[in-house]
């Protein structure tokens, strides 16, 4: 029967075990991401699942020190290892999804979803490579666990077998920087340059940034916190994207966390971003020596690549 | 970096020439028209029970044409039982059934439980909850569970047309008696477009059915549960999920956001339920057993799409319960999970 001209539906899971220690990786198996159907393939979604053990609130059940470092062949959708919560959105406030009908969070599990910002074109027999890494750079005083039954999968459209193969297509990118402050001193935090960057050789459409905060105290569920911080950026051109700095969840909504934009950056370029407590954070509490904050920033767009060669069905 | 702006869209506020009936009302749905929305109620609805809502509130009051878009469904109950810090939900977990037609069109074979009609919005969608307490000092709260269903095309509807809403309040297939009567308000949102606009050829009609699964069934397959079963193409818009668990043997289903639905978010038997999916030409879709919250992304509880199934053909939906070594655990009661498959057909107009 010949094959109807329509995209059908594709969902391609691969687990990853789990990450015993801190600075450990793990990478799903990649003939599990071969779309099963032999045609090229359209991703519109990344998903991924994951559980920090033990069950603890004390932990950061952000996944803040979660990075996953994507390719389609050769061509890298992550500026090296990404921290998941710079790539995709929040849901009302929570970084992920949430289990009761009161909005309380499960605090150590998470689905979360990144949509990407154009259809990914995958010719047939071209692998994506995916590496998670657990960072132990924000790990603290030890409060952060392994992570466990990390889930990643795939979400796109089976193209027709005759469909012609483009001559250039879109690939997502996603860059981030990070930093962690306690509350005295306060600390004042610039990206680096090769942070929130353009690498390529290609120009970037840039569609968002995503910035998260979160605090971390002992006994703390680490909620998302609003706190008095400040956030000014410029590109390395000099211009301006705010004249002042401007307060973070001005930016940033703790409701999804995205500033959505259409620009392009040039390849090269990059975006220089300042974070600064400016007065105590109410967060802190009592106890402010015992907790920091961690800031999160991605970078999200896409460039137009040439199209890979792949293996024909 | 060169910032570019969206372009400044005018909000289009239905109030053309004519304020009542302005706008340009396309012949497939468009934008154009005045905002209309009607509402009927049902309450003190019991368990076994189905009842139709009164027709006559759910028209549009002018005599012209109109869309709609939107269907939309609150239940409030006064009375729920609290066990163990869980909260039952009646009317909802499956038990709470409807089923939409205007004139001989039909939108599902079965009445659909309310929460596959559409995806989640927000995680307030179940519910919201007012507590207090009753004279002997016991908890007494009213539960307030939305559902919200944009249509997967508007509908046409013609002077007079209505979509009527059969519910049906049965705990069918399900153990958890006694359930509490609830009220229900549905809430049509469309559009009035002008009189005279001539009507359209055809009609996007939905068309929604369901499969139920238990986890101590292990291991269960659709048979036609997700078949077009017209004799013309449809097209299959989304996939929906909700998860409901019984936490005693009396007690409603109660609506499990993520529980029991990935490996990170294991249900109380320390299983989750996996799922595959072919269609009847072979591709597959699911091709091995995976988590069904990714599936679904437990954000949404549904995967969106667009995918014509041709008359007749079908989805082959398989549903295994797993625990953590990724292979079929020990099948435990009381967990259910139930999809559904949203879409539409073009329908003559009668």
């Known amino acids: ?313 | 970096m060169n910032l570019k702006f969206p372009k400044m869209t005018r909000f289009n506020t239905g109030l053309g020439p004519n304020p009542i009936v302005g706008g340009k009302g396309g012949m497939r749905g468009g934008s154009g028209g005045a905002p209309i929305a009607f509402t009927a109620s049902a309450s003190g609805l019991v368990n076994g029970q189905s009842i139709m809502l009164d027709t006559g509130t759910l028209q549009s009051g002018f005599r012209t044409p109109y869309f709609i878009d939107e269907i939309r469904i609150q239940v409030v109950t006064d009375e729920f039982k609290v066990f163990g810090g869980g909260f039952a939900w009646p009317g909802i977990g499956g038990d709470l059934r409807v089923k939409f037609q205007t004139g001989n069109r039909q939108f599902s074979k079965l009445p659909v439980p309310i929460g596959l009609y559409g995806p989640v919005f927000s995680n307030q969608d179940f519910g919201t909850v007012d507590s207090g307490a009753d004279d002997d000092g016991d908890a007494v709260r009213r539960s307030y569970s939305n559902v919200r269903w944009p249509l997967p095309k508007p509908i046409w509807m013609a002077p007079g047309d209505v979509i009527q809403a059969v519910f049906d309040y049965d705990a069918v297939g399900i153990v958890g008696a006694p359930k509490p009567p609830v009220t229900v308000n549905v809430t049509y949102i469309g559009r009035a477009i002008a009189p005279g606009t001539p009507a359209p050829d055809t009609r996007q009609i939905p068309w929604v059915s369901f499969f139920e699964y238990e986890t101590d069934e292990g291991y269960l397959s659709t048979t036609d549960e997700f078949r077009n079963p017209f004799t013309y193409p449809m097209i299959v818009q989304r996939f929906t999920e909700r998860t409901f668990y019984e936490e005693l043997p009396n007690q409603n289903l109660r609506e499990e956001l993520s529980r029991g639905q990935t490996p990170a978010m294991l249900n109380t038997n320390g299983q989750f339920v996996s799922m595959r999916l072919y269609d009847s030409l072979g591709y597959a879709i699911v091709k091995e057993f995976a988590p069904i919250g990714l599936v679904m992304d437990t954000s949404r509880h549904a995967w969106t799409f667009s995918r014509s199934l041709g008359a007749r053909e079908q989805f082959d939906l398989t549903l295994r319960t797993d625990d953590l070594a990724g292979v079929a655990g020990t099948p435990v009661a009381g967990w259910y999970t139930f999809t559904g498959m949203v879409g539409y057909r073009d329908e003559v107009r009668d």
């Open chain 1, 1 to 313: 029967m010949a094959r109807p001209d329509f995209l059908s539906p594709v969902h391609l899971y691969a687990p990853v075990d789990s990450f015993p220690a801190a600075g450990s990786e793990q990478s799903p198996n990649p003939q599990l991401l071969l779309n099963p159907n032999k045609s090229a393939m359209l991703i519109d979604q990344f998903r991924f699942s994951g559980q920090q053990a033990p069950l603890l609130h004390t932990d950061l059940w952000d996944f803040t020190y979660l990075g996953v470092d994507i390719r389609l062949g050769s061509i890298p959708l992550t500026n090296g290892i990404v921290p998941i919560p710079a790539i995709v959105p929040r849901y009302f406030g929570f970084p992920f999804a949430t289990t009761a009908f009161d909005g309380t969070p499960t605090n150590d599990d998470a689905v979360m979803t990144w949509h990407l910002p154009r259809p990914l074109y995958v010719p047939p027999g071209v692998q994506l490579y995916v590496r998670f890494v657990r960072q132990d750079v924000f790990s603290v005083n030890n409060r952060d666990s392994a992570i466990e039954n990390i889930g990643f999968s795939v979400v796109g459209r089976s193209m027709p077998t005759d469909y012609p193969i483009p001559k250039k297509i879109w690939v997502p990118w996603a860059t981030a920087t990070q930093c962690k402050q306690k509350a005295t001193p306060f600390l004042r935090f610039v990206s680096t340059d090769q942070e929130l960057a353009n690498p390529n050789t290609e120009l970037l459409h840039v569609t968002s940034l995503n910035g998260f905060n979160t605090a971390s105290q002992q006994g703390d569920q680490g909620l998302p916190v609003k706190s008095p911080l400040t956030a000014q950026m410029t590109l390395s051109s000099g211009k301006m994207l705010m004249r002042d700095p401007t307060n973070f969840f001005s930016l940033f909504p703790t409701d999804r966390g995205v500033l959505n934009l259409d620009a392009v950056l040039q390849s090269k370029e990059f975006v220089r971003c300042e974070l600064e407590l400016t007065q105590p954070d109410p967060a802190f509490g009592n106890t402010p020596n015992d907790t920091i904050e961690y800031t999160t920033i991605g970078m999200i767009g896409y460039r137009e690549v040439q199209t890979p060669i792949g293996v024909q069905p």
